[in-house]
C-alpha cells in the first residue's frame, strides 16, 4: 500500500515546523531562565554599585564600564581602519592580484578562532610588548578581531549605493574623495552602522579573547593600562567558581539585554537600508 | 537624503561622546582623588580569594591605593612576576628550580582538603585510597564501601599550585590518571563536587563551605588544629612572590597583609598563620 | 585645479591602500607568530611525536595531542548530529512552507540565538544539560554527549542561515516545473529543491562544523576536560581548544611552544574546513546560474 503523497506532505510539514518551532523555542527557554532568574536581583543599585566580597554581592558597575570601554575602543581603532578599507576596495581599485590578496586576508581573519586570537593577544601584546593585562591590549586584540566584519559590511553597503548617486555628483565637478565622503558614505552609513553594531555585539560577548588580554581584576579600569573585567568574563568566573548563581543570573540577564538593545539597532538600521533601495 | 545625514551622523557622535565623557569621568575621579598607587596581583587562584577580601580591607584604609588581583593559576602568577606583567605572583606551592629568581614571602599556610558531595555517606578515606581513586586504579564506590557506580574524581589543572602540592603530598611518585576530569580553579573544583552527588575532588581548606563535605584523612579531621599540631600533614604555604626589590607601594601592601591586622583577616577565613607555626 | 585635486587624490589612495593593506598585515603578524612558536616545536620533537602522541604532560615532555585531535572531531560530529537535521529542518521550513508574517518574526529570532554568548551556554549546558545526562544515562554528566548538545544549539543559527539563502537561491522555475508534473510540495522538496541546493548545504554544514571545533568556553564548561581519548559518548574529553585555554595562563618555554603549536593544528583544520566551503559553495554559483 503506498502511501498518498498529499499525506505525505501534510505530516512532513507538521515535522518541519516542529523542528522550526522547536529551534525558537530553545531560544525563547534561553531568554526565559535568565530572565526569570535574574531580573530578580537587577536594580538600579546592581547596575551603579561595586562587586563586594568577589561578586558575590553588590552590582557590576565596573564591569559594564569595562565593556562599554573595551567596546567603545575596538570601534573607535576599527571602524576607520574597516571604512577605510572598504572604500579603498571599491571605490578606488578594481579587482587586480592585490585586492584579492586583501580579500583572502580579510577572509582568514574572520575564520581565526577566538582562542587564537586570545593565544595570540597574550603572548604579543600583554607579554612581548609588556602591555600586560590591560584595556590596552584588549581593545588591540578586539580591533583586529572585528575589522572583518567592519569591512565586510562596509563594502556591502557601500557596494549598494547606486552608481546614479556617483554621477550626479562627478557632474557637479566634485572630486573623488569629496564624492566618497559627501555623498557615498552617508547614504552607506545604515548599512555601515549595521557593521559596526554587529561589532559592538561581537565585542560585548567575547570572553576567551578578553580574559587573556585584559585580565578578570574587579576594579574600574581608569587608564589604558588598567585591568579590568568584562560583564562576560564576570559571569563567566561567577558561574564556574560558583561564587553566587543569584548575581551570575543577573549578570547574564544585563549581557544579554545589552546584546538583545545592540541586535534590534542593527536590524532597524539594516531594514532602512533595504527599504532605502527597494 | 540630505536630511537623513545629519541625522545618522548626529546619532554616532551622540555615542562616542557618551562614551568618551563617561571614560573622561572616570579618569578625572582618579584625578580628583589625587595620584592612586597600583598594585598588581596574579596567581594561585586558592590564594585569589583572600587576596582580594586582604584588598578590600587595604582599600578602605588606604583610599589612594588601587590593588588589581586576577587568577589565572600558581605558575601563571610565578610566570607573571617573572615577566614583570605583575607586581606581586600568588602561588600555592613552593618554588621549583627554575623559579628562584623569586623572593618568597609566606603570608599564611593553608590545607588541601579531600572534598566529596553532602550526599556521600563517607566521612573518612585513607591516604592510599586518595592515591588509588587518582591514579587510577579505583573507579567505583564499591570499592570504598558505598554504591555501585563509577567515581567522578576531579583535578585540577597541571599549572595549578594546588594541584602541585597535591601531588607532592598525596601522590609522591605516582602520576594522576588522565581520565580524570580537569577543572582551572578551586571554585569550579567545589561547584563540580557540589552538584554530583559521585564526585571527589580537593580544594583549599579556607575554601570549604556547607556546599561540600571535607573528609577525614586517615582519621584525621581537617581543622585548623590539627594542622597547627601537624596531624593533619597535606599543608602548603601560601605565598606572595616578587621580583627584585619591590616598589614602596607594593612593600606598603605586603606589609598590611602581613601585619597582625591583615593576618587576623587571614585567620578569619580559616587559614593558619605563621604566628602559629 | 585639476592639477592639485590629483596629487591631493594620489595621497588619498595610498592612505587607504595602507589601511587596506593592515588587514594583510594583521594576519601576516598573527600567523607568522603562531607558526613560528608552533613549527618550532615540531622541529625540536618531531611531528608525529605531538600530532599522533597519546600523552600530554607538558611538563615532563610529553606533547602528544592526538587524543585532543579526535575529542574535537568527536564533539564536532555530534554537533553535527545534534543541530544538523534540525537546522535543515528549520531552514526547510522558512524557505519553502512559512508565510511572510512567519519569516518575519522567525528570522530574527533565529540571528538572535547567535548573539547569546557561548559563556551562557555553556552555563545553561552546566546546569541543565549536565545533571540530566548524569541521573538518565550514568557518568558524570560532563560529557562527550553534553557538549555535543550545546555545541549543536550553538551552530543552529550558522547552518540555518546559511541553509536558508542556498534553498531561497534555487530558481523558482524548478519548482514550477516540479509542480507542473504533478508532484506535491515535499515530493518537489525532497527531489528537486534540496538536491539543486545541495552545495550551499554542505557549505553550512561544514562551516557549523568550523564554529564548532573553534568554541573554546562552553566547551570547558561541560566536557570535562580529561586528557584521554573518550571510549564512550558519556566519557570526558578535552579539546584542542580547551587544551590551549586551560594551561595558556602560565605555560613557559617548550610547554608555551606546544600550546602554538596546538594553535597551527586548529588552524590548518579550520583553513581546510573554510576552504572545503568556499570551494562547495563557488562550484554552486558556477552550476546553478
Known amino acids: ?86 572604500i579603498f576596495l571599491t571605490e578606488y581599485t578594481r579587482e587586480t592580484t592585490l585586492t584579492r590578496i586583501i580579500r583572502f586576508g580579510i577572509e582568514s581573519l574572520s575564520g581565526i578562532p577566538s582562542i587564537i586570537y586570545g593565544l595570540f593577544g597574550f603572548i604579543f601584546f600583554v607579554i612581548k610588548l609588556g602591555f600586560g593585562w590591560s584595556l590596552l591590549s584588549g581593545t588591540l586584540t578586539m580591533t583586529i578581531m572585528i575589522l572583518p566584519t567592519i569591512i565586510r559590511t562596509s563594502e556591502e553597503a557601500i557596494k549598494a549605493v547606486p552608481n546614479s548617486y556617483r ?43 578578553v580574559i587573556f588580554t585584559m585580565g578578570s581584576a574587579l576594579r574600574l579600569p581608569t587608564s589604558l593600562f588598567d585591568s579590568g573585567r568584562t560583564m562576560a568574563v564576570h559571569f563567566y568566573i561567577l558561574a564556574r567558581e560558583g561564587i553566587s548563581m543569584d548575581k551570575a543570573y543577573a549578570t547574564a540577564l544585563v549581557l544579554i539585554c545589552s546584546i538583545l538593545a545592540i541586535n534590534i539597532l542593527a536590524y532597524y538600521l539594516m531594514n532602512k537600508m533595504i527599504a532605502k533601495y527597494s | 537624503m540630505n536630511n537623513r545625514k545629519p541625522k545618522i551622523l548626529g546619532t554616532f557622535t551622540l555615542i562616542i561622546m557618551i562614551v568618551c565623557s563617561s571614560f573622561l569621568g572616570a579618569c578625572s575621579q582618579k584625578e580628583a582623588k589625587g595620584k592612586k598607587h597600583t598594585v598588581t596581583i596574579a596567581g594561585s587562584t586558592s590564594v585569589m580569594p583572600f587576596t582580594e577580601k586582604l584588598a578590600e580591607h587595604f582599600m578602605v584604609d588606604h583610599p589612594d591605593f588601587v590593588v588589581n ?14 615577566l614583570r606583567t605583575v607586581d606581586i605572583g600568588m602561588s600555592s606551592r613552593e618554588l621549583k628550580e627554575g623559579e628562584t629568581a623569586l623572593a618568597d614571602t609566606v603570608i599564611c599556610f593553608d590545607g588541601i582538603a579531600i572534598i ?19 591514579s587510577g586504579q579505583v573507579k567505583n564506590w564499591k570499592d570504598l564501601g558505598w554504591i555501585d557506580r563509577q567515581i567522578d574524581a576531579v583535578t585540577r589543572e597541571e599549572g595549578s599550585g594546588t594541584r602541585g602540592a597535591f601531588e607532592e603530598l598525596v601522590m609522591k611518585k605516582e602520576e594522576i590518571s588522565p581520565a580524570i576530569m580537569v577543572q582551572d580553579s578551586n571554585g569550579s573544583v567545589k561547584e563540580v563536587v557540589a552538584t554530583d552527588p ?19 584523612v586517615d582519621g584525621i579531621t581537617p581543622n585548623l588544629e590539627n594542622i597547627r599540631e601537624k596531624r593533619y600533614t597535606i599543608v602548603r604555604p601560601f605565598l606572595f612572590l616578587t621580583l627584585g626589590q619591590p616598589r614602596p607601594t607594593v612593600f606598603t601592601f605586603i606589609g598590611y597583609v602581613l601585619s597582625e591586622e591583615g593576618q587576623e583577616i587571614l585567620r578569619k577565613e580559616g587559614l593558619i598563620t605563621k604566628v602559629y607555626e | 585645479m585639476n592639477k592639485k585635486n590629483f596629487g591631493k587624490e594620489n595621497l588619498i589612495r595610498y592612505v587607504l591602500m595602507l589601511f587596506a593593506l593592515s588587514s594583510i598585515f594583521f594576519l601576516f603578524l598573527i600567523f607568522a ?92 549546558g552546566v546546569v541543565y544539560i ?31 542561515s546559511i541553509s536558508y539563502d542556498a534553498l531561497t537561491s534555487v530558481p523558482v522555475v524548478y519548482r514550477e516545473g516540479s509542480f507542473a508534473m504533478g508532484a506535491t510540495k515535499w515530493q518537489t522538496i525532497y527531489l528537486v529543491v534540496i538536491p539543486a541546493a545541495r552545495s550551499g548545504i554542505l557549505a553550512a554544514f561544514i562551516l557549523g562544523m568550523g564554529r564548532a571545533v573553534g568554541e573554546t568556553m562552553a566547551v570547558i564548561m561541560v566536557a570535562g576536560n580529561a586528557l584521554q581519548i573518550p571510549t564512550s559518548i558519556l566519557d570526558p574529553l578535552r579539546t584542542l581548544t580547551s587544551n590551549i585555554a586551560l594551561e595558556l595562563a602560565y605555560a613557559t618555554g617548550d610547554h608555551r611552544s606546544s600550546l602554538f603549536s596546538t594553535g597551527v593544528v586548529l588552524l590548518v583544520i579550520i583553513m581546510v574546513l573554510n576552504f572545503i566551503a568556499n570551494f562547495w559553495v563557488k562550484r554552486k554559483v558556477i552550476k546553478g546560474s
Not at chain 3, 549536565?130 to 553534553?146: C, N, Q
Open chain 1, 1 to 86: 500500500m503506498r502511501i498518498n503523497p498529499r499525506f505525505t506532505d501534510k505530516f512532513i510539514r507538521l515535522i518541519l515546523s516542529c523542528g522550526a518551532i522547536f529551534a525558537v523555542s530553545i531560544l525563547v527557554a534561553i531568554i526565559l531562565t535568565i530572565f526569570v532568574k535574574g531580573i530578580v536581583n537587577v536594580n538600579a543599585e546592581f547596575i551603579l554599585s561595586n562587586p563586594e566580597d568577589m561578586g558575590r554581592h553588590g552590582g557590576i558597575f565596573p564591569s559594564i564600564m569595562s565593556t562599554i570601554f573595551l567596546a567603545a575602543l575596538s570601534i573607535l581603532l576599527a571602524t576607520p581602519l574597516g571604512i577605510g578599507t572598504a
Open chain 1, 167 to 209: 554621477m550626479v555628483s562627478y557632474s557637479l565637478s566634485a572630486s573623488k574623495w569629496e564624492t566618497v565622503t559627501k555623498v557615498v558614505i552617508p547614504s552607506a552609513a545604515p548599512g555601515i552602522l549595521t557593521g559596526i553594531m554587529l561589532s559592538i555585539g561581537r565585542a560585548v560577548e567575547e570572553t576567551a579573547v
Open chain 2, 69 to 82: 588581583v586576577q587568577g589565572g593559576g600558581s605558575s601563571a602568577g610565578i610566570q607573571a612576576c617573572l
Open chain 2, 116 to 134: 566529596v558531595n553532602p550526599g556521600n555517606p563517607l566521612r573518612n578515606i585513607t591516604l592510599s585510597q586518595v592515591k588509588s581513586i587518582y
Open chain 2, 198 to 216: 559521585y564526585a571527589i575532588g580537593y580544594i583549599s581548606l579556607g575554601m570549604v563551605d556547607e556546599k561540600i563535605i571535607a573528609l577525614k
Open chain 3, 33 to 124: 607568530f603562531i607558526m613560528s612558536e608552533g613549527l618550532k616545536l615540531f622541529f625540536k620533537v618531531g611531528l608525529l611525536n605531538i600530532i599522533a602522541s597519546l600523552k600530554w604532560a607538558p611538563t615532563k615532555g610529553f606533547f602528544g595531542i592526538f587524543p585532543m585531535i579526535v575529542s574535537s572531531f568527536i564533539i564536532t560530529v555530534g554537533a553535527l548530529c545534534v543541530g544538523g537535521p534540525l537546522a535543515l529542518a528549520c531552514a526547510t521550513y522558512l524557505a519553502e512552507y512559512a508565510g511572510k508574517k512567519t519569516k518575519m518574526f522567525l528570522k530574527p529570532a533565529i540571528e538572535l540565538l547567535a548573539g547569546i554568548p557561548s559563556v551562557v551556554y555553556g552555563f545553561l
Open chain 3, 130 to 160: 549536565v545533571p540530566l545526562v548524569r541521573e538518565y544515562l550514568g557518568g558524570s554528566g560532563f560529557s562527550a554527549l553534553s557538549a555535543s548538545i550545546v555545541l549543536g544549539v550553538m551552530i543552529l543559527p550558522t547552518i540555518i
